[in-house]
T-cell receptor
Framework: RKEVEQDPGPFNVPEGATVAFNCTYS??????FFWYRQDCRKEPKLLMS???SGNEDGRFTAQLNRASQYISLLIRDSKLSDSATYLC??????????FGTGTRLLVSP | EAGVVQSPRYKIIEKKQPVAFWCNPI?????LYWYLQNLGQGPELLIR????????DSQLPKDRFSAERLKGVDSTLKIQPAELGDSAVYLC???????????FGEGSRLTVL
């Protein structure tokens, strides 16, 4: 089993739609969690950290479910500019950051 | 503030040739990472440095890959000899110690013919 697993997609949604991605992790001792965004042929950039209580940043909401060992990212009112690959990142301990394969999102007019 | 700088951006070589990539992290960032990213995949860690010490090189194929960060600042990743399967993007990232926020360079895209 991979340490971090994501549905690769692509998720095709129209503008204005709400879309959610999940990411599961195998190590129950994992300490911290993040979502990164990667545009085509660009480097990954931090989108948001994921806190135990859940957190929101504008149209983006991240949540953590430790019991089921998954994190989620919800995007409301999708924009064309949200089209990208969203990478789940898990700190599995001792600052070891493991990336998922990424979920590709395509937002169409 | 300057970001993470990598060079070269692109490199095309024939198999069995050597290649080297250079990375200069953000000033003050103690931790430096080298990741490999294949098309359609997430970045995979090759090596992580805390200052000049390699604290995690378990995924580095040591028969052909080597890395150094002699003064705890910039770093070099070398492949010798390169194989066809090494074609990928090599990403360097840096961070302050004990944070999960990595700052990536633009990457070095390697094509091995």
């Amino acid at each position: 089993r991979k340490e971090v697993e994501q549905d690769p997609g692509p998720f095709n949604v129209p503008e204005g739609a709400t879309v959610a991605f999940n990411c599961t992790y195998s190590n129950s001792a994992s300490q911290s969690f993040f979502w990164y965004r990667q545009d085509c042929r660009k480097e990954p950039k931090l989108l948001m950290s994921v806190y135990s209580s859940g957190n929101e940043d504008g149209r983006f909401t991240a949540q953590l479910n430790r019991a089921s060992q998954y994190i989620s990212l919800l995007i409301r009112d999708s924009k064309l500019s949200d089209s990208a690959t969203y990478l789940c990142v898990v700190n599995t301990g001792f600052q070891k950051l493991v990336f998922g394969t990424g979920t590709r999102l395509l937002v169409s007019p | 503030e300057a970001g993470v700088v990598q060079s070269p951006r692109y490199k095309i070589i024939e198999k069995k040739q050597p290649v080297a990539f250079w990375c200069n992290p953000i000033s003050g960032h103690n931790t430096l990472y080298w990741y490999l990213q294949n098309l359609g995949q997430g970045p995979e860690l090759l090596i992580r440095y805390e200052n000049e010490e390699a604290v995690d090189d378990s995924q580095l194929p040591k028969d052909r890959f080597s890395a150094e960060r002699l003064k705890g600042v910039d770093s070099t990743l070398k492949i010798q000899p390169a194989e066809l399967g090494d074609s990928a993007v090599y990403l360097c990232a840096s961070s302050l110690r004990n944070t999960g926020e990595l700052f990536f360079g633009e990457g070095s895209r390697l094509t091995v013919l």
